[in-house]
């Protein structure tokens, strides 16, 4: 079964664009990332796969259902993290917990205790004396405390600490190892390479590439990194040129034997040649337009 399944899916607010197109697939215990920049669409791609708005065209289905026909039982085996957590004044973070476990008619006690005890999160603070970070502790928490099927997490580590974001995607893999789905919006490309298995990547509303993490990230381009001299004005293929502590560092898709002709007329004290990191495969995307995929499926 599909975790979750979008089909053509459009938003318009009047006249202003949120998505176009868009179509994809998620299986169930699949981790799932959804990049872009902001402004992309993403929240609005989650908040319409949560039905808190509704489509201006296209279909979304969840666990098999139908957002817009079975809202309430899809929410009930869903885990929601917004970009912004914001809760009651005056209320503690254990009454927070406790009432999102109440409105689902779970006991969470346990399961909360533990994520709060690996997260460091303070369960008696008052919820307007959090922190940015803390804050997003305890919304994480009432996400993942009821075990859904399927967590939705938008921008989820803003605000945390390295340390918090390393034990937060070890709780995240432990669910997915597990069989809970992920869906991760976030506009850290690290975060993406380092857990997810797929990916889509969004421009403007539109879906401009999708597919193995692995396979997204491997292009003929590589990072030549140069200490020396050399003279590379004319070089087709060479881009994101970058100088710094005596290298001259870029990007290079053009012919290899080319450029180690103009290497070899230079004055080269040393050369390396490595893969180019995700962040910049994900830069060529947007200054490329991608591949042109628009869908999506598993």
Known sequence: MYAIQIEELTKYYGKARGIIDLSLTVRE???FGFIGPNGAGK?????TLLGL???TSGQVKILGRDISKDKNKILAEIGYLPSETVFYPGMRVKDILRLSARLRKQDCQAEAQMLCDRLQLDVNKKAEELSFGNRKKAGIVAALQHKPRLLILDEPTSGL????????FA???ERNEQGTAVFLSSHVLSEVQNNCTRAAIIREGRMIACGNVEALARTNAR???IHGQAELDGLEGVRDRKEEAGAVSFLYSGDIRLLLGKLARGNITDLSVTEPKLEEIFLHYYEKGGDGNDTCKA
């Open 29 to 31: 215990g699949e981790f």
């Open 161 to 168: 600490d390295p340390l918090m974001q390393r034990e937060f």
């Open 223 to 225: 990072r030549i990194t």
């Open 43 to 47: 929240s609005t791609t989650i908040r």
């Open 53 to 55: 708005i509704r489509p």
């Open 171 to 173: 709780i995240l893999r």
